[in-house]
């Protein structure tokens, strides 16, 4: 039979779900809890991470150069112990490696409650591991820098109020190191600082680094994601 890519969601009122789906959530709910991971397997993400857009919680993940994964299960906790499966996505059939995948909780609300989440990555053999958890709430003030819009498509901008006189300089970086391209700005001691970033625009679908330093010092780093 021809595998399709597909997304199955849990919800509260597991009624409407087909029995089938009822019966194989319920298992991989007992699976999840007798198992934590396989330590022969070797096909890692390239990156995964939780970004929050309109108070809800935005899963992006990309894998790596294998293409022996068969599903993902995004797991989700309000405890950061406790990991209940929400979703399963499928692999594309089609997937080529460092293939982007997503997911909006739309059932979660952060409101200043932290909520954990976490990948069950499952290969063709069956077997399995965990990603380490992602704790996310709402807005993270972060020294008043903002880097957005998170995800974004075209331009990406930087906005700060920079606390001396010099020289800005943004990068953004793939999550292997490689840079992609740079930008710099002369800044003011107290000054409004805004920065676009053209040649974002021109990247592909994937996660990147941002690196903001200041007169050459670290102040700043966030992780973007390229729709």
Known sequence: MKRTFAIWMIISTIAVAPAKAQNYLAYLDKKTAQQTSASNIVFPLSDFTVVINQNKPHLYWQTGASSDYNYFEVQRSEDGQNFKTIAIFFAKEDAKPHELYNYKDASA???????????????????????????????????????????????????????????????????AGSLMGEGRQEVEKEGDVSMDLPFAANLTKGIYHVEILVNGVIMHQQKVVKN
């Open 109 to 175: 609300t952060p409101n200043g409650k932290s909520i954990s989440y976490r990948l069950k990555i499952v290969d063709s053999k069956g077997e399995s591991v965990f990603t380490e958890a992602k704790k996310v709430q709402n807005e993270i003030k972060n020294a008043g820098v903002r880097v957005g819009p998170n995800p974004f498509s075209d331009d990406l901008t930087i906005d700060f109020i920079s606390s001396q006189d010099g020289i800005c300089t943004v990068k953004l970086y793939t999550p």
